[in-house]
């Protein structure tokens, strides 16, 4: 057993507080900046191992940080969620997705059931969709071909049915 002058030794830390090291510790008589008889100060250490400093580890293991390292797009450490393409937290990438199955395509079906289609496919020569209206031969939207200035000419010269001739076709449009 220790002598009794050794059993229990009382030391003021600098922040007024009393500690009291008793049996073995009081031979040595130390204490460390955390106030523990014969410590090595880690008992108050931060993770960066600096005594009192209060740094922790975050939820994504750094010392004294704020959990962005690790945060999900919904700002969540370590929920993996991430932007998708249409820019959605943990989306699928489906609601922006054009007619076309791409993402961000921005098409979408026209009047006449076409992908990024504009209409044209079903809209007639009036620009009315589905009036069913085409130009005529003679360039009039709806006509009937009786409009023309001039009829057209079909000519052929030449000796079609004879061995060896051969055949000069002339057309002109109106």
């Known amino acids: ?35 523990v008889c014969n410590g090595n100060g880690s008992a108050c250490a931060g993770c960066d191992g600096v005594p009192w400093s209060g740094r922790k580890f975050d939820a994504c293991g ?8 690790c945060s999900g797009c919904d700002g969540r450490p370590n929920s993996l969620l991430v932007f998708d393409a249409c ?3 943990g989306g699928d990438s489906s609601s922006c997705v054009g007619c076309d199955g791409i993402a961000n395509s921005r098409k979408v079906l026209d009047a006449c059931g076409v992908c990024g289609g504009g209409n044209r496919s079903c809209t007639g020569c009036d620009g ?24 057209y000419l079909v000519e052929v010269t030449g000796e079609v049915c004879r061995g060896g001739g051969g055949a000069k076709l002339r057309w002109q449009a109106p």
Not at 62 to 69: A, E
Not at 128 to 151: E, F, I, Y
């Open 87 to 89: 820019g959605v937290c």
């Open 128 to 151: 009315v969709l589905r009036s069913g209206l085409k130009l005529d031969s003679c360039g009039n939207c709806g006509g009937n071909d009786s409009s023309c200035a001039l009829p």
């Open 1 to 35: 057993t220790l002598p009794p002058r050794f059993r229990a030794c009382m030391f003021i830390m600098a922040n007024g507080t009393t500690v009291e090291c008793t049996g073995a510790a009081a031979l040595v008589g130390m204490v460390d900046t955390c106030g």
């Open 62 to 69: 750094i010392c004294g940080g704020d959990n962005s390292t």
